[in-house]
């Protein structure tokens, strides 16, 4: 287990470049443990499972329309991973007209905030291609930097949310692991067209319930009173 305490204080300039403005209004983030506290959009806690250790940070930016850090606990073994989860926090530049529009009709209410869920499959070097410098990209250099290797193919069930009404925040969890040990390679799992398989299906619903047993999603803990 991780026992330094890591705070990103983006007041600071700690996550990354941008105009002042949008870095002196970010909320302060700190991991305790296992244990991934936001003071605010959204104020929450993120407890992962004692499997996994904080392996650090990974800022991004978006063109000229967003910036976020992304958040990386990782099991693995002898230095191959063997699952991921990744808290991303995004921000909309504040000279950027854009809206994060997505539907939450049938989201689930979580820790306060509604929390959008989808499974998805991807190669990493095809993400890597499509955006060299998307987060993907930079996730995997992260990790190979820090030692780690990881399949190409991997599985993942993304948790999204916009917790402000002016949908210019959004906080993305992502649940990965590396899809060789189903012994199914990427396009065993989608169509021609595009559509889910019977395979993916049965898979992504296991991923679903290993996703709800290796992390949580809580209230920010109230203070005073």
Known sequence: M???????????????????????????????GLELISSDL????????????????????LDSVARGERFIFVDAKDQVVRRLVVAQFESIWPTSPERYNYFFERACTIAGYRFRQNPFAFSQKAA????PRGEAALTKAFLEHRGYRIDDEIVSIRYLTVPDTARRHELIIFYMEPLGPSSFKLADLYTGAGDDTPIWRTLA????????ADFVILPARVTGG
């Open 2 to 32: 991780l026992r330094s305490l890591f705070i990103v204080c983006c007041s600071l300039g700690l996550c990354g470049s941008g105009p002042d403005a949008v870095a002196a209004q970010l909320p302060t983030r700190v991991v305790q």
């Open 42 to 61: 959204p104020a929450l806690r993120i407890r992962v499972d004692s499997s996994f250790h904080f392996a650090g940070i990974v800022p991004f930016e």
């Open 128 to 131: 890597m291609a499509e955006n």
């Open 205 to 212: 619903g296991a991923l679903a319930a290993r996703a709800r």
